[in-house]
């Protein structure tokens, strides 16, 4: 039997557009994996709290990760992130690693090395929703499919605060709104691989928008442009 040729649907935009959410439902709606390249920039930050690397050290990062291995464990369902055997998964989501990942983000010999490995992860696997902040506009600037989500930062706000207090972890809405604000200026103004809606990508604004509205509407665009034979077939949407 022939494999299914490759299919790969880019996915940027801010913090709090609900990228990640949004990327593991159409996903599964599409019949494709996920790539959340963002996980692997915390990985990157974790080395700095963890192992003492300096954390604007872009070039001391990317040697430590490479000599360590940084990969997925595709056999689990989201895939599950390792760095020379240790299980980062949960550690990636901690508070330090909130804060450090935007210094390490910015660096360019540490980007270079990301962006290598992420195009290395879509020739291994590609059949992908891979999100990101650069992805459409730098990793794969040629995807089938580009989408940018983008939401106003007071909205994003609410629902990082929402997320955080549904998870027992106590949340300040105005820290939390200064701090995307904060983080929306580095992302946007860093010289490599900077937040932007790439020329030919799909701009959603999700503010008004429900998450499975959202998938929805991504699907209804990807099944435009995307060959059928070469995604799952549709099926009726299940409730968030």
Not at 45 to 69: M, Y
Request: proline content about 6%.
């Amino acid at each position: 039997m022939t494999a299914p040729a490759g299919v790969i649907v880019t996915m940027d935009g801010p913090a709090g557009t609900g990228k990640s959410s949004v990327a593991w439902k159409l996903a599964q709606r599409l019949g494709l994996e996920v790539l959340d390249t963002g996980a692997m920039y915390r990985a990157a930050a974790v080395v700095a709290l963890d192992e003492g690397v300096p954390a604007d050290d872009g070039v001391a990062l990317a040697a430590r990760i490479a000599e360590e291995g940084l990969a997925f464990d595709w056999s689990f369902r989201p895939p599950r992130l390792l760095l020379g055997g240790r299980d980062l998964t949960e550690r990636i989501r901690d508070a330090d690693v909130n804060v450090a990942v935007s210094v390490v983000a910015r660096q360019p010999a540490l980007r270079a090395a990301m962006v290598e490995a992420q195009r290395a992860i879509g020739r291994a696997h590609p059949r992908l929703v891979t999100e990101g902040r650069d992805q459409g506009s730098v990793v794969f600037p040629d995807a089938i499919v580009r989408f940018y989500l983008d939401a106003h930062p007071e909205v994003r706000a609410r629902r990082r605060v929402d997320q955080m207090r549904a998870q027992g972890r106590p949340a300040d809405y105005e820290a939390v709104l200064r701090a995307i604000q904060q983080r929306d200026h580095l992302d946007e103004t860093r010289v490599d691989g900077p937040l932007v809606c790439a020329s030919g990508a799909q701009r959603i604004d999700t503010s008004g928008l429900t998450l499975d509205q959202v998938v929805l509407e991504l699907e209804r665009r990807a099944r435009v442009v995307v060959p059928s034979h070469l995604l799952a077939p549709p099926r009726a949407v299940q409730p968030a």
